[in-house]
């Protein structure tokens, strides 16, 4: 099993950049894939990015993909999130998630930390 805790989230302007950390407790976090999600009020939780256990690959959706980058370092236990050129569209609570699969489907991910919100102000 594996502990997830979310920081880095906070209020920027829309242009503005934030990079969220997901530290994870347990041994075995270098043998799960990790996503990140986010949830805007009123809407369902929507994939953002996915990287494998070993930071060989990646997935993004299609509105992030080229401004956010997802990476991971196994020594730290630790998957980052940079977000650059942030649209108020992006304002949501993020959440990391890390499962045995690089897939993109949130209820594939069994394990979840508890979110940390972001807002963009325009």
């Known amino acids: 099993q594996v502990q997830l805790v979310e920081s880095g989230g906070g209020l920027v302007q829309a242009g503005g950049s934030l990079r969220l950390s997901c530290a994870a407790s347990?041994?075995?976090?270098?043998?799960?894939?990790m996503g990140w999600f986010r949830q805007a009020p009123g809407k369902e939780r929507d994939f953002v990015a996915a990287i494998s256990s070993s930071g060989d690959t990646t997935y993004y959706a299609d509105s992030v993909k080229g401004r956010f980058t997802i990476s991971r370092d196994n020594a730290k236990n630790t998957v980052y999130l940079q977000m650059n050129s942030l649209k108020p569209v992006d304002t949501a609570v993020y959440y990391c998630a890390a499962g045995p699969a690089l897939v993109i489907v949130p209820g594939l991910y069994p394990y979840w930390g508890q979110g940390t919100q972001v807002t963009v102000s325009s």
């Open positions: 347990g041994r075995t976090f270098s043998s799960y894939a």
